[in-house]
């Protein structure tokens, strides 16, 4: 709350209402990255603490990087589009009044987006009786802001806000990410998380470089685009064989909701799991 209220207040002390009213239609937007993670908390806190309660540290392993793999893939095509496009974005959704503010929605996004690559790092140290650390993460992030939001706003306005804010974020999420490692030896950072991802950017990179001339004729391309990039991360995972047991468990529990027979997914995801 500090965090968002005080890049409000001082680019409406420093700027005008103009600035603050762009600047609050690109942190919305941006922040819509973040939804998805903050949903998976509330399922992954109690299956991660039931783990640590048995004192199963592989396992908590295992699950954490398979959740922050398939939040990677379900949230990068989100924000691909905010990041490359976000003129296109906001001219769609808002009109061509509010495009000053897409250098800042594109920063924004940048930083949102961190928390969904280390993964729910916060939610671990909950997990683990380490809450305390969560506040002081919070706390020297929120100092970090107002210094930053007071040193750079009056000169770079709605951009200094957005650098303020992402990098608040990815300092906090950096601390959170290097204490979960310091005590519980957890972090996502494996071959099976790291090819796909890394991969699944370089393609989608070079579809955005290579069709950028016909979004910029056709902004309704953009929902095209969002499928494409889902498309690109799931077959970047089967391409790279980086899927493991625990993700086909995944799919299976969601093929059961739908009606899927489960041995149908495992027989088809079999040739590609990573041991």
């Not at 939804?35 to 908390?41: D, G, I, R, V």
């Not at 990815?170 to 950072?189: E, K």
Request: charged residues 10%; aromatic residues 14%.
């Amino acid at each position: 709350m500090v965090i968002h209220w005080s890049d409000t207040l001082f680019l409406g002390f420093y700027r005008t209402a103009e600035v603050v009213g762009m600047y609050n239609v690109a942190r919305p937007l941006a922040q819509y990255i973040s939804y998805f993670l903050y949903s998976a908390a509330f399922i992954f806190l109690p299956v991660i603490s039931f783990l640590y309660s048995k004192n199963e540290i592989d396992n908590m392993k295992k699950i954490y990087t398979s959740v922050t793999k398939w939040m990677f893939t379900a949230t990068l095509p989100v924000f691909l589009i905010l990041f490359l496009a976000p003129r296109f974005c906001l001219a769609l959704l808002f009109g061509e009044g509010y495009l000053k503010a897409s250098s800042a929605l594109s920063l924004l996004s940048l930083g949102f987006f961190f928390h969904i690559f280390v993964g729910l790092n916060g939610t671990v140290l909950i997990a683990i009786g380490k809450q305390k650390f969560t506040t002081i993460d919070c706390a020297i992030a929120a100092i970090v802001n107002i210094i930053l939001n007071f040193l750079l706003i009056p000169k770079y306005g709605l951009m200094g806000a957005a650098i303020a804010t992402a990098v608040s974020f990815i300092l906090s999420n950096i601390l959170a990410s290097i204490q979960v490692y310091l005590f519980s030896g957890i972090h996502p950072f494996k071959k099976h998380y790291l090819k796909p991802a890394i991969l699944s950017i370089i393609l989608s990179l070079i579809i955005f470089t290579a069709i950028v001339n016909v979004v910029a004729r056709n902004h309704l391309i953009i929902l095209h685009l969002g499928v494409m990039f889902l498309l690109i991360t799931l077959l970047s995972i089967l391409i790279t064989k980086s899927v493991e047991r625990n993700d086909i468990m995944i799919m299976q529990a969601i093929g059961s909701k739908v009606g899927i027979n489960p041995s149908v997914i495992e027989r088809k995801l079999k040739k590609f799991i990573q041991e």
